[in-house]
């Protein structure tokens, strides 16, 4: 009895503190997150204004706005978004509603989840490489978006079809018994359900890419260009980049325009986040199993 | 009833004469289709082979009740009906399955086409996850009806024939998650019957359901009978005989050897004089 007795006393105690040490792992990592936010926000603020946003860098980029570099990151990742986005879902499609269950199926997912693992040099090395050079995209727009692809497209493909597989195999056989096609089925019963899923892990992955310094370095973001890209053979500047130039290659740049840059890269990011948020959480309480 | 007379001497190549007369009001010429024969049918997933040498009839516009206890293969067998086993990886079907003298297995079937042809309720409710009239018309905007006006028809007539019209005519856009589960499953039955099948197979439709949406699907069945072949897979032989023309009573009598069929026959001789001392013991309750 007093055996029994000590070991739910014991058990009552690890209970206590598994409690308190992944509460305490939770509060380090939210702590972190609200330091780093904060520091961006807090030395961030004082720089942003209209003339910021709106102008071009002046003065060896020790004064003036970051327009042309605002501009740059919307083409290069809407470029990106065009490239990826199409060619993950579908990919994310026949994964998870074509692909035979074999060993040649499980061969590729490997290889996929593989793929996210690859550092994002590598990704530049082999977008110099191949689109750069091979391709004679030349240091371009181009050449970045279609790198900045390759590096996407696993979260984009995993995601989509993660999101598919979510979606109860019942909806599946109830299209499937009305005389739909696979596709007809994929179309308009699944792939409507699993959209705000595609959807966040869509945002996900360009956030990533619109973050991304090393891919672009070396495909085609520009130190320093007056004016803005043309075509998407054009260079162009790009805010990780610039944030890399302010920081590291630029002596004496006041930190408001360092800090405001990095501020207007989390915004953006944050903002496309939350709108995403927003039409998921509508579309959640219209959509329950 | 003359279809129990014919279906206990019938042979496998004789001639369908289950059928009954042609529906009062229907167009003159119309045929009344929707029969299957079954012919040695078996399923096997992989190397076992779960069901064997099933022969049966299924007669036009009537209810056919697949009975039997728990993993005998009612469902599967079901399912051969619209081929939803070729969705399952590693099922073969074998025998043959005629449906109006049409092997629905040859190469030049597509099973999209026969599922047009041949409905399907399932277990639990599953409206797609949209308007109660988008669902409806999901059937025949696949079958390429574009113009409104035919597709409102179409979805008033389809909700009529399963009893939910009267409580959904105003709220046709509405989300069909909003709706109680019963109404949901005859949701499920208006989206079957709207591709104007001339199967309907019902697989245990009424086992989620509460004892009145139960009654109500019932009664739907007994409405509809006139107009559909119905084949349903129950657990409740209750249901089985309230609602069937005609049983099909299957056994697994052990897991080494398949499932087969044991009786079939004219619902209320079976469940009254079963020709089989198995069919017996289950009717009364004995086992399963």
Redesign the interface.
């Known amino acids: 009895m007093s055996d029994r007795n000590r070991r739910a006393r014991n058990a009552r105690t690890v209970e206590a503190v598994m409690k308190v040490v992944t509460g305490a792992c939770v509060a380090l990592v939210v702590g972190a997150a609200v330091l780093i936010l904060g520091k961006i926000v807090i030395s961030g603020i004082p720089g942003i204004s209209l003339e910021f946003l709106f102008s071009k860098p002046g003065m060896g980029m020790r004064a003036g706005g970051i327009f042309p570099i605002i501009v740059g990151t919307l083409m290069l990742v809407t470029l990106t978004a065009v490239l990826v986005l199409p060619l993950g879902i579908m990919a994310g499609i026949y994964l998870a509603e074509y692909a035979p269950k074999n060993i040649v199926t499980r061969i590729v997912r490997l290889s996929i989840a593989n793929m996210a693992g690859v550092p994002s040099i590598v990704y530049g090395l082999f977008g110099l490489a191949v689109f750069v050079l091979l391709m004679q995209f030349g240091k371009s727009l181009l050449a970045s978006a279609l790198t900045l692809t390759c590096l996407t497209l696993p979260v984009i493909i995993t995601s989509t079809e993660e999101a598919l597989r979510q979606i109860p195999s019942d909806l599946r056989q109830a299209a499937l018994a009305l005389g739909a096609t696979r596709w007809r089925a994929i179309y308009k019963v699944i792939l409507p359900a699993a959209a705000p899923g595609i959807v966040t892990g869509s945002i996900l992955g360009l956030s990533r890419a619109a973050g991304e310094t090393a891919p672009i370095l070396v495909t085609g973001a520009a130190f320093f260009l007056p004016r803005l890209p043309d075509s998407v053979f054009s260079q162009y500047m790009s805010l990780p980049y610039h944030l890399y130039v302010l920081a590291t290659q630029v002596p004496n740049v006041p930190p408001e325009i360092t800090w405001g840059t990095a501020f207007v890269l989390v915004a953006g990011v944050s903002i496309v986040s939350m709108i995403a948020g927003a039409w998921r959480s509508v579309q959640r309480r219209k959509v329950k199993w | 009833m003359v279809m129990s007379a014919a279906l206990e001497e019938v042979t496998m190549e004789a001639p369908l004469r289950l059928v009954e007369p042609v529906r009062i009001g229907a167009a003159s010429a119309e045929k009344v289709s929707g029969s299957f024969a079954l012919k040695d049918v078996s399923v096997a997933y992989g190397n076992e082979t779960v069901i064997a040498g099933v022969n049966m009839l299924v007669p036009s516009r009537a209810v056919t009740a697949l009975i039997g206890p728990s993993g005998c293969g009612k469902s599967t067998l079901l399912r051969c009906l ?1 081929r ?1 086993n070729d ?1 399952i ?1 590693n099922v073969r079907v074998g025998g043959a399955v005629t449906l109006d003298g049409l092997d629905i297995y040859q190469k030049s079937v597509d099973p ?5 042809r041949v ?2 309720v ?1 277990q ?1 409710p ?5 308007s109660i009239y988008d669902n409806v018309a ?2 025949p905007r ?2 390429g009806v574009r113009k409104r006006e035919e597709l409102d028809a179409i979805i008033e007539a389809a909700l009529r024939d399963a009893a939910l019209w009267d409580e959904v005519k105003n709220h046709l856009k509405k ?1 069909a ?1 909003e709706l109680s589960g019963g109404q949901q499953q005859r949701l ?1 039955i208006a ?2 019957l709207a ?1 104007k099948p001339e199967v309907l197979l019902m697989d245990e439709p009424a086992s989620a359901l509460d004892p009145i949406s139960t009654q109500q699907i019932e009664d739907t069945i007994a409405e509809l009978k006139d107009m559909v072949t119905i084949v349903i897979v129950t657990h409740n032989m209750q249901q089985a005989a309230r609602i069937s023309d005609q049983t099909a009573f299957m056994l697994r009598e052990s897991m080494d050897q398949p499932a087969h069929l044991v009786e079939v026959g004219e619902t209320k001789r079976l469940f009254t004089n079963p020709d089989d001392k198995r069919t017996e013991s289950y009717i009364t309750g004995r086992f399963g």
């Open positions: 619209n939803m969705e990886g999209v086409d026969l599922r047009m409905g399907q399932f639990r599953n409206p797609f996850p949209m999901f059937g696949t079958q989300h998650f499920c989206r079957a591709t």
